[in-house]
C-alpha cells in the first residue's frame, strides 16, 4: 500500500511551521557559530583595551594585543560565513522536503476545488521560497539571541556593574518596539503575499489561457487587470518596506543609545566627573573594555530583529499551505493494488460533490466480476466519469459500499495504484512524445513504449515524426484522436489488474474508432474493466451493459 495523501489537522502558523521546518534545536552549529561570534567579539574588545593602554609602551608591549584584535576579527569572519553557509543547507533542504511534499499532495489531488494552477504554483515556488529566511537566518538568530547578549553582560558586569545595568535598563524599550514592530510587520507581510499570489496566479493562468484570450479579443481587459493586480504588489511591498524601515530605524535608535549612555558614563568615571556618588572607579582598560563591548550587547539582537521579518513571512506562507501538509504521520490514504483482476462490487453507491445540491449519481449498485468488461453508457451528465473517478480516490463515496475483492474502498483507499486510467481531458506535458507515453510507467523499456503507441494507432504520427517529437504543454500540433491515443498508450503501456476507459475512441473517425475497439478489446483481456462511453461499438465488445439514468 502507497501513502498518497493524509487528513487535514487544524494547526496555527506556530504548528504549522514547526512541523516542517528542522527544530532550532537542530541548527545548533549555526548557532554554535553566532555565539562563537560574540565571544570572539568579547575578544576583540579586550584587544582593543589592552592596545590602547599600551600604545605608549612600545610595539613589544603593543603586539600581543594587536595579533588578539586582528585573529578575533578572523574568527569573527569565519564564523558568520560558515553560520550563513549552515542555515542556507538546512534552508534549502527544508524547501525541497516541503516543495516535494506540495508537488505529491497536487498529484494526488481531486480536479477541482478552488485553487487555480496558478496560484498553486505560486504556493510550491514563491510561498515555499518564504521559508528560506525563517531557517537560514530567524531560527539560528533567535537561540543566539537569547544566550549571547547574556554572555556580553556577565562580562561587561565583571568590568562594570553599572555599564552592565545600563545595558539591561536599555534593554526594555528595545524589546518593546521589537514587539511593536513585529506585529505591524506581519499584517503587512500578510497582505503583500495575497498580492503577490493573486498576481502570480492570474499571471500563470492568463499565460496558459492566451490562445483563448487572443481568439476572443480579451488581452486588453487582461493586460489592465494584470496591471492592477500588480500595482497592488508594489504598492503592498512598499508598506512592507516602510514597516521594516521604520522598526530598523527604531532598535538602531535604542541601541545607539544604550552604547552613547555607556560611553558618557565610562568616559565621566573615568574623569572622576560624575555629579552621583557610584560604588566603583573605572581605569582605562575597563572603560574602553566596556565601550568597547556595549556594541556587542546588542548586536545578536539587532540580528535577530533583521530577520524578524522572514518569520512573518515564513508564518503567513504556511498559513496558505494545504492542511494536508501538516497532518500527523500516520494518518493516510492507502492505495489498494491487487495482482490479479479483482471483483468490484457497488452497492447503492452515492457520489455527491462537495456545494453540488443534488448528488452525481445515487443508489447505484453493479458487481463486477474479476475479467469482465463492463460498458457503462448513458446521456451525457449521468455520471460515468463520476464512477470512474469513485475508484480512482478522484471523487467522495457519500453512501453505499465499495469492495474490492471484498476489501471496502473507503474515503480513505483508492484503486489507482492498480488501475491504467484514460480520462476524458488526458494530461499533455511539455515534453516528448515518449516521455508523454511513458507517464504512465516510468520503468517501461524503449521497445514496450514503442509498441504501445503502435497498438493505441499512433503508427502514423511515429512514422512522421518519431518518438522524440517535441509536444508542448497545450498538446499543440495534436489533433484531438492523438491525444486519446496518446491517453490509451499509456494505459496499454502500464501493467494493471483494472482498466478505466472513459470516452476512449471520442474524436475519432469510424475507421479509427474501429481499429480501436479491437486493441481495447485486447487489452481488456485479464483486467477487470470499467469503459464509460456514448459509442455503441465500443459497448458491444462489453460482456454487460449497465445503463445510467439521468439525475433531474
Ligand atoms: N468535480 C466536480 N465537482 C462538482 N460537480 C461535478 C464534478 N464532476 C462532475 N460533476 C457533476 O456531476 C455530474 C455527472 O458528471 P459526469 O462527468 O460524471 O457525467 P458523465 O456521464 O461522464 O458526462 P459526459 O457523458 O458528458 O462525460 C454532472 O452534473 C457534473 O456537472
Known sequence: MRSISARPDPLDAVQRLARIVPPAARLWPATALLVGDTLAGIGFAAGISGAVVQVAAGWGALLP???????????????????????????????????????????????????????????????????????????????????????????????????????????????????????????????????????????????????ILLAFGGEQREAERLGTASDDVALRTMRVLRVAFLSSASLEFFAALSVALVAVYAGFNLLGLLPFPVPEKLDLARAFFVLALAPE??????????????????????????????????????????????????????????????????????????????????????????????????????????TIDGVDLGAEISLAAASAWVGQTPLIIPATLRANIALAWPTATADEIEQAALRAGLGPMLAARGLDAPIDARGGGLSGGEIRRIALARALLKPSAVLLLDEPTAHLDQAGEAALVETIRAACRGSTTLIATHSAVLAAIADRIVSLEPRA
Open 65 to 211: 594585543w594587536v595579533v588578539l584584535v586582528v585573529a578575533a576579527g578572523m574568527v569573527r569572519g569565519g564564523c558568520a560565513l560558515l553560520a550563513a553557509r549552515i542555515g542556507a543547507e538546512a534552508a534549502q533542504r527544508t524547501k525541497r522536503g516541503v516543495r516535494a511534499a506540495l508537488v505529491t499532495d497536487l498529484l494526488a489531488r481531486a480536479p477541482g476545488g478552488r485553487a487555480t494552477t496558478g496560484t498553486l504554483l505560486a504556493t510550491c515556488v514563491d510561498e515555499v521560497e518564504a521559508l528560506d529566511g525563517y531557517v537560514a537566518r530567524f531560527l539560528p538568530a533567535r537561540s543566539a539571541g537569547a544566550l549571547a547578549p547574556l554572555l556580553v553582560l556577565a562580562v561587561t558586569a565583571i568590568a562594570s556593574p553599572i555599564a552592565a545595568a545600563i545595558l539591561g535598563i536599555t534593554l526594555i524599550p528595545f524589546v518593546a518596539a521589537m514587539i511593536l514592530a513585529g506585529g505591524a510587520a506581519a499584517e503587512e507581510s500578510r497582505r503583500q503575499f495575497g498580492a503577490l499570489s493573486r498576481l502570480s496566479g492570474l499571471f500563470a493562468d492568463r499565460i496558459r489561457a492566451l490562445p
Open 297 to 402: 550587547f546588542y548586536l545578536p539582537m539587532r540580528r535577530l530583529a533583521a530577520a524578524y521579518h522572514d518569520k512573518q513571512a515564513a508564518q503567513t506562507a504556511v498559513e496558505r499551505f494545504p492542511d494536508v501538509l501538516f497532518a500527523p504521520p500516520g494518518v493516510t490514504v492507502a492505495a489498494l493494488a491487487p495482482e490479479t483482476a479483482p471483483r468490484i462490487t457497488l452497492t447503492d453507491v452515492a457520489i455527491a460533490y462537495p456545494g453540488s445540491d443534488a448528488p452525481a449519481i445515487a443508489n447505484v449498485s453493479i458487481d463486477i466480476a474479476p475479467c469482465e468488461i463492463v460498458a457503462v453508457v448513458g446521456p451525457s451528465g449521468s455520471g460515468k466519469s463520476s464512477l470512474l473517478h469513485l475508484l480512482l480516490g478522484l471523487a467522495p463515496l457519500s453512501a453505499g459500499r465499495v
